[in-house]
């Protein structure tokens, strides 16, 4: 048992000790301790100014660099991707700048956003999983090529969004048909909306730009490995949806490591070889290359743009076929059409003879 003398020897001890580290602190080895801290302070408050000016001289870099891409841009934009109308998907959050950026890099090309659709994190939420699937039966009566019946709810959804977005009123090229108008309603409707859009829809798309964003967490929590995962494959087959059912189309995502969705669509096997993506379009070049990018897609040329192992830094010039919206002629075929795509007047009222094609569309 410890008794009362001990505890003071013990005190005793500690306050000898702490007289000595004073007396040595005070007395010879002041200056000592003093002069290391004084040297050990000079060299973190040099250390701290050459690391700001570096970070200064990288700032000034960057901003040099996007310059340099925004620049570019207007040299290598125009003309790219004339007349072709581009629906932009949003997956969850992504920045207004960004989207600013690739709305302009897009019109300079030659193109018209005809649609910038939010996914909403309802698309992903596993407590959802339910009302999906049953709305999801609710749509694929719209879909003129339903998916199989094994294909599952994210491809139907998916598709139903794509087949929205871009699908066109045979008769009437430049508006939307009716089954693609109440595929966008009903993807939008309620307070469980799966899709928000910035404008209304009226207009078809030629090709789809994916963008990815950031998602968001419910309540601030973390989400599970399996919530990701799951997440991953819905947001792949709006990729894949968009590959399919369009005319051309990219994957664009938010980082320099092209990592997440996008290296994921990049390491499947059905994916890489027909999906065509860009590492980063939060970046001035990403957004320049992002519509240079789409009109290899149209052109038939999927690739993987960004930096890294197996990626190309700028794709290749391509020349796209001239825009053909020639609307049907019911019960008949296409109307003949003149320059710009005005159908021709039949002979006898100024236009060419009947059977003359009157000029390409």
């Known amino acids: 048992m410890i008794d009362f003398r ?14 000595v580290g004073i007396a040595l602190g ?19 408050r040099t250390e701290k100014e050459d690391l700001r000016a570096q970070l200064d001289a990288t700032g000034g870099d ?39 950026g690739l709305t302009d890099r897009l019109t300079r090309a030659g193109a018209t956003v005809s649609a910038t ?26 879909l003129a090529a339903p998916p199989a ?19 066109a009123d045979s008769t009437s090229p430049d508006t939307l048909s ?83 969705l996008v290296a994921a669509a990049r390491a499947d096997g059905d994916l890489t070889g027909a999906l065509t993506t860009v590492a980063d379009a939060t970046t001035v070049a990403g957004q320049v290359v992002v519509p240079l990018a789409l009109a290899t897609s149209i052109a038939g040329q999927p690739a993987h743009y960004g930096y890294g192992d197996g990626l190309t830094p700028l794709p290749p010039a391509v020349q796209l076929t001239p825009v053909d919206r020639t609307p049907a002629v019911p019960g008949g075929d296409a109307a003949p059409t003149g320059e710009g795509g005005e159908p021709t007047a039949p002979e006898g009222e100024g236009g060419a003879p009947a059977g003359d094609d009157g000029g390409a569309g």
């Open 117 to 142: 659709a939010t996914v909403n994190d309802t698309w992903t939420d596993p407590s959802l999983a339910t009302y999906r699937r049953t709305l999801a039966g609710t749509l694929v009566s719209y």
């Open 178 to 260: 009716e089954n693609a108008a109440s595929l966008l309603d009903v993807l939008a409707e309620g307070d469980r909306a799966l899709v928000s859009f910035a404008q209304d829809v009226t207009r078809p798309a030629d090709a789809v730009v994916v963008v990815v964003g950031t998602a968001r967490a419910a309540s601030g929590a973390t989400p599970s490995p399996d919530a990701v995962a799951a997440a991953t494959q819905a947001h792949l087959a709006v990729a894949s949806a968009a590959q399919r059912l369009s005319e051309g189309a990219v994957l664009a995502g938010n980082t320099r490591s092209g990592d997440s």
């Open 62 to 100: 960057l901003a040099a660099v996007e310059a340099y891409a925004a620049a570019s841009g207007d040299r290598l934009l125009p003309g790219t991707l004339t007349d072709r109308r581009v629906a932009l998907v949003l997956l969850d959050e992504v920045p207004a700048a960004e989207v600013e």
């Open 6 to 19: 001990y505890h003071i020897v013990s005190l005793i001890s500690v306050f000898l000790a702490l007289a």
């Open 149 to 167: 019946a094994d294909a599952g709810t994210d491809v139907e959804l998916a598709e139903a969004l794509v087949s929205g977005l871009t699908g």
């Open 26 to 44: 005070a007395g010879p080895l002041k200056e000592t301790i003093g002069d290391t801290l004084t040297g050990q302070v000079e060299v973190l």
